[in-house]
């Protein structure tokens, strides 16, 4: 300290990276024991229903306390990792895209963003390629390896579209200011109309669709994308109109599956 | 080294996720906004760390959560245990003789939420920007407690045999009735949280429970009816978190009107 305000000294760096080093390990204790806490529900859920219920040693104890380890590293590295890149990248940009004027371009990020993570996400391919087995057993599509594979992607490009549209649809509601319950009410209508008229099979797959399109990296930068806009745009609230980009993200796939369903 | 290997290929996986997102984000940067990143070491290591962090807790999760509570869910869904605890050796089972199967949902369903990364993130967020008065640990333990009372209602359907889109109707009926109740600042959150819930952790062994029962319940079809859980668990904290902030209003108003 009282050798950094002064340039002639040459290690006047050394108070600051030993700052930043105090900082991180500050950081790191905060997000073990955040995610020390996160954990303990499932501890004592296996616990108790493995040991009382069930009535049964839990197996390979070296092995549970090593992969709990792992999980609790994991989850604390993940939690700094956040507020290190994925937060200021989604606020970041929010606010570049506002200052310079281009909206349009926002737009075109919202969609990339939405359609760029959805469609190569594993649960979704997983997914569609039992739907695709689902659709040839019930004689919607021929039964050939061909036939199956053409269905499962058109399925994944539904799904990856339809998370684009929502985060298009999401963005410019927040740039508009508009409250998301009415557009929430929109999709719901939709997705209450077409339940009537989809073919049974695909509605227990397009109410999942809309469960898996949300990974755990893509959440925090859409999350942080909303509040940054709402922060940069004059008389927006953070929490009114910067929530709610998820919500639709998790809506439309619902939509488009039933209308994939009712046009193949 | 068998873990080594398996650690690479769920790095692998990770690897593969994370280059679209950071493909976008990086040529909407270089080439639309044409400005450099603030601080791009920072944001690099930060990149790494998620990487690295979502690629340990997934291993960790295959390693120790996830055979267990399959092995659990199909142990407790399993007609020899329903039997051995319901009334006697009667076929005719009732729909109560799944109780523990219920509590396994609700149990199950709260503490993978709670543990949900990607919850975690939106509820540092929400508390940062409602200058602290949603808490990170409310409102997990509020989804938490809506996705218990969603998948335990979700076994019960299972257990019936009654059609999921009457559920999911009478559900939406319900968030829209609190829509019109609830405060406001919380109901974009409610949506969100909707969303999240269903991850990494919750969907696996949810899935499990699902495909479980309906493989051992007579006439249900795991491609029918194994799929509706999660429906059922991203819709009933929409419900927990408005109530929650419901009752939180209520109870402030009644503090105020008695001081």
Not at chain 1, 67 to 84: K, S
Not at chain 1, 169 to 192: A, D, E, S
Not at chain 2, 17 to 28: E, Q
Not at chain 2, 44 to 61: N, Q, R, T
Request: overall charge neutral.
């Amino acid at each position: 300290m009282h050798s950094a305000d002064n340039p002639l000294v040459s290690h006047s760096r050394k108070p600051a990276s030993l700052v930043v080093v105090w900082t991180i390990a500050r950081r790191a204790a905060g997000a073990l024991l955040e995610s020390a806490l996160a954990l303990v529900p499932i501890v004592l859920v296996i616990a108790f229903f493995q040991l009382i219920v069930l009535r049964q040693s839990v197996p390979n104890m070296g092995q549970m306390l090593w992969g709990g380890g792992l999980v609790l590293t994991g989850l604390a590295l993940f939690v700094l990792g956040l507020q290190m890149a994925l937060f200021p990248i989604g606020e970041e940009m929010a606010h570049s895209f506002v200052r310079k004027g281009k909206l349009w371009w926002l737009l075109a990020f919202a969609f990339a963003l939405g359609f760029g993570t959805t469609v190569a996400e594993p649960a979704l391919i997983a997914i569609s390629e039992e739907a695709a087995r689902v659709a040839a057993s019930g004689r919607v599509i021929e039964d050939s390896s061909e036939a199956r594979g053409s269905y499962a992607i058109g399925l994944r490009l539904t799904v990856a579209l339809a998370v684009g549209f929502a985060l298009v649809v999401g963005v410019f509601r927040t740039l508009k200011g508009w409250p998301v319950h009415y557009v929430v009410i929109v999709g719901y209508g939709c997705v209450v109309v077409m339940t009537f008229f989809a073919p049974p099979d695909i509605i227990g797959i397009a109410f999942d669709s809309g469960g898996v399109t949300t990974s755990t990296v893509t959440v925090p930068l859409v999350a942080a994308l909303g509040i940054g806009l709402a922060n940069t745009i004059h008389g927006r609230d953070p929490l009114i109109d910067g929530f709610g980009l998820i919500a639709l993200a998790s809506l439309t796939p619902i939509v488009f599956v039933m209308a994939y369903g009712m046009l193949y | 080294m068998d873990g080594l290997v398996g650690f690479g290929f769920t790095l692998m996986a990770m690897l593969r996720d994370i280059v679209p997102i950071a493909a976008v984000l990086f040529g909407f940067q270089v080439l639309v906004l044409r400005r450099p990143i603030n601080n791009p070491a920072r944001v690099a290591m930060g990149m790494i760390f998620v990487l690295f962090g979502l690629a340990l807790f997934l291993e960790g999760l295959q390693m120790a959560l996830f055979p267990l509570g399959r092995l659990m869910a199909e142990q407790l869904t399993s007609p020899d245990f329903i039997h051995g605890s319901g009334a006697g050796t009667s076929e005719q089972l009732d729909w109560l003789d799944y109780r523990w199967v219920y509590a396994f949902a609700a149990a199950i369903g709260f503490a993978t939420t709670v543990a949900e990364p990607a919850l975690l993130a939106v509820a540092i967020k929400a508390s940062e920007v409602s200058g602290g008065t949603i808490t990170v640990g409310g409102l997990r333990v509020a989804v938490g407690l809506g996705v218990a009372v969603g998948v335990a209602l979700g076994v019960f359907r299972i257990v019936t045999g009654t059609p999921l889109h009457w559920y999911i109707i009478a559900g939406y009926v319900a968030v829209m009735i609190q829509t019109a109740f609830a405060p406001r600042l919380i109901i974009p959150l409610a949506y969100d949280s909707g969303g999240v819930t269903t991850s990494t952790v919750t969907v696996p062994l949810v899935a499990a429970l699902g495909l479980g029962l309906a493989e051992t319940i007579p006439g249900r079809s795991p491609m029918l009816d194994g799929f509706g859980l999660i429906a059922f668990a991203s819709l009933f904290p929409i419900m927990a978190v408005m109530g929650y902030a419901q009752l939180v209003e209520w109870q402030a108003r009644r503090w105020a009107r008695n001081n």
